[in-house]
């Protein structure tokens, strides 16, 4: 059964660095997202893509936040300059079209910040 | 925007009860509403979800019902097994919208 992967799994990272997380949607799907979810809290929305373009994005995603669709294959998003409380487990989740609104998460990058 | 309340926030059944886990939301155009499971460490995965046109929507020991004019949906589990032990979110949307809006979770401990 076809699943979206991510990478890395984990990744420690010192406050003000850069971090890319990268995700591999399923491949015949061209809706793409990212969520995070802090430790113990709710899944919540960063911003959707799609035909190449940003979609919608919510008042998190701001402008230390960007994603790109470099290939064919890969989904990734970049945090310029983390903060710590940037900490938490990064979920990617596609769709195809025409389905309705099913988005599939893959296992998700768990960030953390120092 | 949206917003989706969960509850309870922690559920402890006896393995073979039943559970059941409810949802609000507010937004009356919101017409979709999956049902995601989470185990430690991975992913929320989707078990099952509804669509406003219809009201009870079953596979195997898991149901989903959905009351659009009180604008609640539940998931009911019957039969329950120790691997049905995770979190459980619900999720909102409506077609066209692009972000899902999960409630707050549950988490469901199976007693064997």
């Known amino acids: 059964e076809p699943e979206v992967t991510q990478t890395p799994s984990h990744q420690v990272t010192q406050m003000g660095q850069e971090v890319i997380l990268r995700c591999v949607p399923i491949?015949?799907?061209?809706?793409f997202y990212w969520y995070r979810q802090i430790l113990g809290q709710k899944v919540e929305f960063l911003v959707s893509f799609y035909n190449n373009e940003i979609s919608e994005k919510s008042e998190i995603f701001d402008d230390q936040f960007s994603v790109e669709r470099p290939d064919g294959s890969n989904f990734t998003l970049k945090i310029r300059s983390t903060k710590l409380e940037d900490s938490a487990m990064y979920f990617c989740?596609?769709?195809?079209?025409?389905?309705?609104?099913?988005?599939?998460f893959g296992p998700g990058t768990r960030l953390l910040v120092l | 925007g949206e917003n989706v309340e969960q509850h309870p926030s922690t559920l402890s059944v006896q393995e073979g009860d039943s559970a059941v886990i409810k949802c609000t939301y507010s937004d009356s155009a919101s017409n979709y509403f999956p049902w995601y499971k989470q185990e430690l460490g991975k992913g929320p995965q989707l078990i099952i979800d509804i669509r406003s046109n219809v009201g009870e929507k079953k596979d195997q020991r898991i149901a989903v019902t959905l009351n659009k004019t009180a604008k609640h949906f539940s998931l009911h589990i019957t039969e329950t097994q120790p691997e049905d032990s995770a979190v459980y979110f619900c999720?909102?949307?409506?077609?066209?919208?692009?972000?899902?809006?999960f409630g707050t979770g549950t988490r469901l401990t199976i007693i064997p």
């Open positions: 999720a909102a949307t409506s077609f066209g919208n692009e972000k899902l809006t």
């Open positions: 491949s015949n799907h061209l809706y």
């Open positions: 989740a596609s769709r195809a079209t025409g389905v309705g609104e099913t988005q599939y």
